[in-house]
């Protein structure tokens, strides 16, 4: 069974830095695309960035350049260093990945940026 558990957030202020964690189980993490999406009440949930198991990454338009993603195999672990924050940058953010087609997701954790 597939576990991704969410670590990190909490409140931070505008212009400030925090790290999201993800520790994942019950799968070959090293072999899988690791994502980050966030999502505000009333929103569609929002894929920030991803990681391959290449170690490639692509970003939103709206992070690039504050938020870096990351991956530690050996820890079944990815990150979101988030910095720069923005007030719009509120949200709860989830890990996300995928196997033969079916997505994964955590709980997620909140982040929200006081301006």
């Known amino acids: 069974q597939v576990h991704l558990v969410e670590s990190g957030g909490g409140l931070v202020q505008a212009g400030g830095s925090t790290r999201l964690s993800c520790a994942a189980s019950?799968?070959?993490?090293?072999?899988?695309?690791m994502r980050w999406y966030r999502q505000v009440p009333g929103k569609e949930r929002e894929l920030v960035a991803s990681i391959s198991s290449d170690g490639s990454t692509t970003y939103a338009d709206s992070v690039k350049g504050r938020f870096t993603i990351s991956r530690v195999n050996a820890r079944n672990t990815v990150y979101l260093q988030m910095n720069s924050l923005k007030s719009e940058d509120t949200a709860v953010y989830y890990c996300?990945?995928?196997?033969?087609?079916?997505?994964?997701w955590g709980r997620g954790t909140q982040v929200s940026v006081s301006s």
């Open positions: 996300n990945t995928q196997r033969t087609g079916v997505m994964f």
């Open positions: 019950g799968i070959n993490f090293k072999i899988h695309p």
